[in-house]
């Protein structure tokens, strides 16, 4: 489902975007694109703009100037709650689980929309729940009493309910033990195999370079390397030169 | 062993007993009033100084459809109907404009609103005080007094209402966005949630149930346009004790305070039991600023 052709059939593009928090200039002219199906990687060092770049797509924050189009229709400047029933899902770095709900809460916040079948309410639970059996386990538990791992699949999985066309997916392995990031790396691949096109936020270079078709490197508000993956590796003195300390 | 019976003897245990009736009764209408107040505070940060207004717009709405219909139970429908009606179109066209802006802002708004209210009914229906009937009149005996069977349905009216709309925010949709709303507006945008009109419809069911409390109520007291003065101020305090912005904390904050007050009146004039409320406030506000009736933030 992910064999679009290399060229074509932007889902989201982004088109020199100048964002501002208060009167800090935050983006400077970013201009990226992300293809149905597609996993793109967004790398850089802290505050150069990345959270604030997935931010602006989903319209929590809205850019001064430039354009955001999904699947070609312009969405600049529309409201979160709009894109997100128009198939944008975001999971933000803080994970920002609804701490008093319980897990099936944080999930039905997702899933209670209008037009879902029972059935097929059933199916994404079933679906969610494979993926990640330690959320059915909790379902009844307050989002706030689970662990940070498993806080992050509640993140996605709560994303997923949405049945998005794109996840925006900041720092998904931040802080989490080894066995954990090995687990976010497998379910990226399975979204990928969905169709699901991911634009992923990463502080972890190898495991966005794995993960990844295209990489975007930012530094200072701005878009400045722009690669397929498989060119770069952890070595490579544009990795360096953006990433390294 | 006379000492102790002298003692038992010497606490005026009916007058005990009916009091902690008036208390809960009382408590359950200030638990339907203050429960709209915290979760307006809750989920949009407004402090409502509107709501005795609405409360008593209630009250007015009532005597209108009781003046028309005769029949009380309409006239609760309906003015809890209307007056969250007008609590979204408030909310629409005065709150809404102003968020993002300093909270001040709207305390200054609902301030507003509250006096324009209040004089519109100074206005329209004069200073004279109106009667709603109550919908039965029988009494049964509580020890030396005849008591109203009224004042207990009120009770068990505001405790079904509350208890309703409990289980709404427990399990309906609605309730789960109302939920994810107060607890990260941001985040339940990013999933879908409408925001706006969550806002709207909250202010709406708030301002609905201070207009069933003040019909409830009405039948007790005369209808006026200051009659919601003394409510939201019990109702502020209520919602300051209970913990700003706790459904729980405010329920159990009413009932705990007004059964504090009923007990006080056996001892103190009636008009002096107020203070009692007050010294509660200021206790919570001294040593637990987040609320009685919250869990110790970790």
């Known amino acids: ?245 | 062993m006379d000492a102790v019976v002298g003692f038992l003897e010497a606490i005026p245990w009916d007058q005990i007993m009916i009091q902690t009736v008036n208390g809960i009764v009382t408590g359950m209408i200030l638990a339907l009033v203050a429960s709209g107040l915290t979760l307006i505070f809750g989920i949009m940060d407004v402090v409502n100084f509107a709501h005795g207004e609405l409360f008593m717009l209630g009250a007015y709405v009532g005597v209108i459809v009781m003046a028309a219909t005769g029949n009380f139970w309409i006239a609760l429908i309906l003015s809890t109907l209307t007056v969250a009606l007008i609590g979204a179109a408030l909310q629409i066209t005065t709150l809404r404009p102003l968020i993002g802006r300093d909270p001040l802002t709207t305390i200054l708004a609902t301030f507003g609103i509250s006096l324009v209210l209040q004089n519109y009914a100074l206005w329209q229906f004069g200073p004279v005080a109106r009667k709603i009937n109550e919908p039965f009149t029988g009494y049964f005996s509580l020890f030396y007094l005849d008591y109203p069977w009224y004042r207990l349905v009120i009770a068990g009216l505001s405790a079904a209402i509350i208890g309703a709309f409990w289980l709404f925010l427990k399990y309906g949709t609605y309730g789960i966005w109302i939920r994810a709303t107060t607890q990260d507006r941001v985040m339940a945008q990013a999933m879908g949630i409408p925001v706006p009109w969550v806002h709207t419809a909250v202010f709406a069911i708030g301002a609905g149930m201070a207009a069933a409390s003040g019909v409830l109520f009405g039948p007790l007291v005369g209808v006026n346009h200051a009659m919601g003065l003394d409510w939201v101020l019990k109702a502020f305090i209520v919602v300051v004790v209970g913990g700003m912005g706790n459904l729980g904390g405010s329920i159990a904050a009413s009932i705990f305070i007004s059964l504090l007050e009923a007990y006080a009146s056996i001892w103190v004039s009636p008009a002096g039991r107020v203070i009692v409320s007050f010294v509660v406030l200021v206790l919570t506000l001294l040593f637990r600023p987040t609320g009685l009736f919250v869990p110790t933030p970790k």
């Open chain 1, 1 to 245: 489902m992910s064999a679009a052709g290399p060229d074509t059939d932007p889902l989201v593009t982004v088109e020199g975007i100048h964002t501002y928090y208060g009167k800090s200039h935050i983006l400077h002219g970013v201009s990226l694109n992300v293809r149905r199906g597609e996993v793109v990687g967004l790398l850089g060092r802290n505050g150069v703009g990345k959270s604030t770049t997935l931010k602006t797509i989903m319209g929590l924050v809205h850019p001064h100037q430039g354009k955001i189009l999904l699947g070609g229709t312009p969405i600049t400047g529309q409201p979160a709650h709009k894109l997100a029933r128009l198939g944008i899902g975001y999971v933000p770095e803080d994970r920002r689980i609804f701490r008093l709900l319980t897990v099936m809460e944080n999930l039905r916040t997702g899933l209670d929309r209008h037009g879902v079948t029972a059935e097929r309410k059933q199916e994404l639970l079933d679906k969610v729940f494979a993926y990640f059996p330690v959320l059915a386990e909790r379902r009844s538990q307050p989002g706030g009493t689970l662990s940070g791992g498993e806080q992050q699949m509640l993140a996605i999985a709560r994303a997923m309910m949405l049945e998005p066309k794109i996840i925006l997916l900041d720092e998904p392995t931040e802080g989490l033990m080894p066995r954990m990031v090995s687990q976010i790396r497998e379910i990226i691949g399975a979204l990928h195999r969905e169709g699901v096109a991911i634009l992923l936020v990463e502080q972890n270079v190898p495991l966005t370079l794995a993960a990844s078709e295209r990489v975007y490197i930012m530094e200072k508000g701005a878009i400045r390397h722009h690669a397929a993956a498989a060119e770069l590796n952890v070595n490579d003195p544009v990795i360096q030169q953006y990433l390294g300390v």
